[in-house]
């Protein structure tokens, strides 16, 4: 049976959302900090956090009332990480709540099977004007298996085998569209992207992760991909039919639920739900017709 629901995430909060802030100012003193790949605001992380549990609680029990697995697909920039591992980290703790004899509280493994990876194409889109640099480039996969938070979660994802204990067959394991570790497809083959650009680059992205996720059934693994605002709209649309593209959004946080229907079509059954947010939470909500707006100065619906 093919996989029959996908899940998306956009990040959480920007710290450069809240330039006014002291904690921006802070963040930005930092020289470890690079403002053109900002992590998540204190804020960001919260929800991103309450995403976690509310996710345990409404997408991964099973009718037998144990847990689905995980398998995550997310940008490899460091505000899509964080919002993973920050979900990963909440659901972990609302599991520990539930049933304290799971994991002892000093435990820092994570109580379900998953699967990290990183995928180069649910890349920041920067709009069309602005030329890809060396700058713009989030960190490498050598440098974010190294990365004393984000390593000990994620998989090689460039490497199509490895090595398995126990005389098991090896793990066959993601292959990204783009190499996260050079990054050549932004700076030597598309140093500027159209939106029909994304949308190309979305909709390679997506048939590739619904090809590996083709064995896996909805009622054992939950499949979630953490973007951005404009990777989750397109990599949404990317599967619906053309007219239901209508009307996509992406707030911050927000989590959005795709249906495989009877007709196999994809229907867009949660449409970025932020309702387990805080209510003095900014959601940022953003589409396509801001940017025709603000950048292009063309309405348009």
């Known amino acids: 049976m093919p996989i029959r629901k996908i899940y998306f995430v956009r990040h959480g909060e920007r710290i450069d959302f809240i330039k006014t ?3 921006f100012k802070e963040w930005l003193n930092d020289p470890k900090n690079n403002i053109h790949n900002p992590s998540l605001s204190k804020r960001g992380f919260k ?5 976690g549990h509310y996710v345990e609680k409404q997408f991964l029990k099973k009718k037998d009332n144990s847990h689905k697995s995980l398998k995550i697909f997310s940008s490899p920039y460091r505000r899509c990480l964080e919002t993973a591992i920050s979900m990963m980290e909440g659901i972990k703790q609302e599991i520990m709540h539930k049933d304290e004899h799971v994991l002892s509280k000093t435990d820092t493994s994570f109580p379900l099977p998953y699967d990290f990876y990183i995928e180069g194409g649910l890349s920041e889109w920067f709009g069309e004007e602005k030329t890809w640099s060396t700058e713009l ?6 440098e974010l298996l190294q990365h004393e938070h984000f390593g000990q979660y994620l998989f090689h994802s460039y490497t199509q085998l490895v090595p398995s204990n126990d005389n098991q067959p090896p793990k066959v394991l993601y292959k990204s569209t783009i190499c996260p570790s050079s990054f050549d497809f932004f700076i030597k083959e598309n140093p500027k992207e159209t939106v029909e650009d994304l949308e190309k680059r979305a909709k390679i992205a997506l048939d590739n992760i619904l090809d590996f996720c083709k064995e896996d059934d909805s009622e054992d693994v939950f499949v979630v991909i953490v973007s951005h605002a404009a990777g989750v709209i ?3 649309e990317a599967l619906l039919p053309e007219e239901k593209k209508k009307d996509v959004k992406a707030g911050t946080c927000g989590i959005s639920e795709l249906t495989l229907n009877d007709n196999n079509e994809w229907e867009l059954t949660i449409n970025s739900d932020v ?3 805080d209510n003095d939470n900014q959601f940022y909500y953003w589409v396509f017709a801001d940017y025709y707006r603000d950048v292009k100065g063309i309405e348009k619906i």
Do not use: C, M, N, Y
């Open 21 to 23: 802030s002291d904690e």
């Open 47 to 51: 929800s991103a956090h309450d995403l």
């Open 137 to 142: 480039l989030p960190h490498r996969l050598e």
């Open 234 to 236: 397109k990599g949404i």
């Open 275 to 277: 309702s387990f947010q």
